[in-house]
């Protein structure tokens, strides 16, 4: 239950990610953006959405927005903060899916149900 009437809440999460070979993008590609691995849910009525990023730290300490808060690249823990805006549509936010991208670029898609065996939070309430 996240209640933004009186202002936006943040939800926290926290995530194991692994990737034996590059490791966890830290949201750039020989530098160039790229989409950092990532949950994003949507509300009820499917026309907004929320996400939060999991990074790893970046070769370039002015551009290193890492989150990663134990381990390292390629088998680390992250804790990421996600903004619900006061505003927010009330009802059930639920997950649409789950992106690991790793630092070549490869993007791996979860499901739902992929998350949720994993026991990732796939709902939300906002009130």
Do not use: C
């Not at 970046?58 to 903060?81: A, H």
């Not at 994993?118 to 906002?126: A, D, Y």
């Amino acid at each position: 239950l996240v209640d933004v009437s009186s202002g936006p809440q943040n939800i926290t999460f926290t995530a194991r990610l692994i990737d034996d070979s590059s490791g966890i993008s830290d949201g750039e590609l020989v530098g160039t953006p790229i989409i950092p691995s990532q949950a994003r849910f949507y509300s009820e009525s499917g026309d907004n959405y929320l996400t939060v990023e999991f990074r790893a730290p970046s070769n370039d300490p002015k551009f290193d927005r890492s989150n990663l808060v134990s381990g390292n690249k390629t088998n680390g823990i992250y804790v990421s903060n996600m903004v619900v805006p006061r505003h927010a549509e009330i009802g059930n936010w639920t997950l649409d899916h789950f992106s690991v991208v790793d630092q070549t670029g490869n993007k791996r898609d979860y499901d739902q149900y992929e998350m949720l065996i994993r026991g990732f939070p796939i709902r939300f309430f906002v009130e």
